[in-house]
T-cell receptor, first 107, second 113 residues
């Protein structure tokens, strides 16, 4: 079965501190994973995909097949990073989303 | 610019009413999706469609149906609304095979009294 788990519903860090949002997955095939983000009063949108190995808005995420994880990281948090973050796994013709983590950056 | 629109931002209905949620995209996408978004439960897929008149059940289809008569429009129907269907409903579309890049609408917050 395909499953995505985000163990933290809420995460609060201070501005300038490092951020790590956890994501674990369960999938028998070769996984493709993504992070989506929803800022306040905005639409849900794609943040990054592991295939691209890119850094978006200072965020990176590395797929660790041994630990079945795809944690999202940023070395120095900014207030504008406050948002709802969803990890997602590509299945057949659809995405499976995790429960989401609400990130709050305190000034 | 990519555009997915939903017919209402807020909707209040009574138990037992039939409810229609409309979604329109202007990107000529084949794939369209309906999710509900609940705190602590994340996004859960209700139904999706990969072509006109085609539909597939998602993870939580019970109590819902859908209609896709035109490529750009995907409707979610609650045949007899119940209070446990109070939620935020999100529509999305994507162009195959890039199912991962889904474009979302603004959402409809439905309250069933």
């Amino acid at each position: 079965a395909q499953r995505v788990t985000q163990p933290e519903k809420l995460l609060s860090v201070f501005k300038g501190a490092p951020v790590e949002l956890k994501c674990n997955y369960s999938y028998s095939g070769s996984p493709e994973l993504f992070w989506y983000v929803q800022y306040s009063r905005q639409r849900l949108q794609l943040l990054l995909r592991h295939i691209s190995r890119e850094s978006i808005k200072g965020f990176t995420a590395d797929l660790n097949k041994g630990e079945t994880s795809f944690h999202l990281k940023k070395p120095f948090a900014q207030e504008e990073d406050s948002a709802m973050y969803y990890c997602a796994l590509r299945g057949a013709q659809k995405l499976v989303f995790g429960q989401g983590t609400r990130l709050t950056i305190n000034p | 610019d990519v555009k997915v629109t939903q017919s209402s931002r807020y909707l209040v209905k009574r138990t037992g009413e039939k409810v229609f949620l409309e979604c329109v995209q202007d990107m000529d996408h084949e794939n369209m999706f309906w999710y509900r978004q609940d705190p602590g439960l994340g996004l859960r897929l209700i139904y999706f469609s990969y072509d006109v008149k085609m539909k597939e059940k998602g993870d939580i289809p019970e109590g819902y149906s859908v209609s896709r008569e035109k490529k750009e429009r995907f409707s979610l129907i609650l045949e007899s609304a119940s209070t446990n269907q109070t939620s935020m409903y999100l529509c999305a579309s994507s162009y195959p095979p890039r199912t991962d890049t889904q474009y979302f609408g603004p959402g409809t917050r439905l309250t069933v009294l």
